[in-house]
């Protein structure tokens, strides 16, 4: 499994698919199935049935979409962006922006 350069709260755009250029905060990433759930991207209905806790009917939400059809955000221009790492001089490691070469900022 590789490295992700995506992380939980990143904004992203959409490369691929019937989303092709929207954009999303990433809500919760799965790491193991290198997917991504991205607020107001790949909505699907589901039929539920009524519990106890739920009411039944046609719900939307958010289904899981592979990292490689997703592209971080430049934090200059918003832009889709290639992410890299690098060294700053305290010596800790960053993403930044390989179009705009800026720092990507955390979001924790």
């Given at each position: 499994m590789?490295?992700?350069k995506?992380?939980k709260?990143?904004r992203?755009i959409v490369?691929t698919?019937r989303?092709?250029?929207?954009?999303?905060?990433?809500?919760?990433?799965?790491p193991?199935e290198?997917?991504?759930?991205?607020?107001?991207?790949?909505?699907?209905?589901?039929?539920?049935k009524q519990s106890?806790?739920?009411?039944?009917?046609?719900i939307s939400?958010?289904a899981?979409?592979?990292i490689s059809?997703l592209s971080?955000?430049?934090?200059?221009?918003g832009?889709?962006?290639r992410?890299?790492?690098r060294f700053e001089?305290?010596g800790k490691k960053?993403?930044?922006?390989?179009?705009s070469?800026?720092?990507i900022?955390?979001?924790?």
């Amino acid at each position: 499994m590789a490295s992700l350069k995506l992380k939980k709260g990143d904004r992203v755009i959409v490369r691929t698919g019937r989303d092709k250029g929207k954009g999303g905060e990433i809500l919760r990433m799965l790491p193991k199935e290198e997917r991504a759930v991205v607020r107001g991207i790949n909505i699907v209905r589901r039929h539920t049935k009524q519990s106890a806790n739920q009411e039944g009917g046609i719900i939307s939400k958010e289904a899981a979409i592979h990292i490689s059809n997703l592209s971080i955000e430049d934090p200059e221009d918003g832009k889709p962006t290639r992410v890299g790492f690098r060294f700053e001089d305290d010596g800790k490691k960053v993403r930044f922006a390989k179009r705009s070469g800026k720092t990507i900022p955390e979001k924790n």
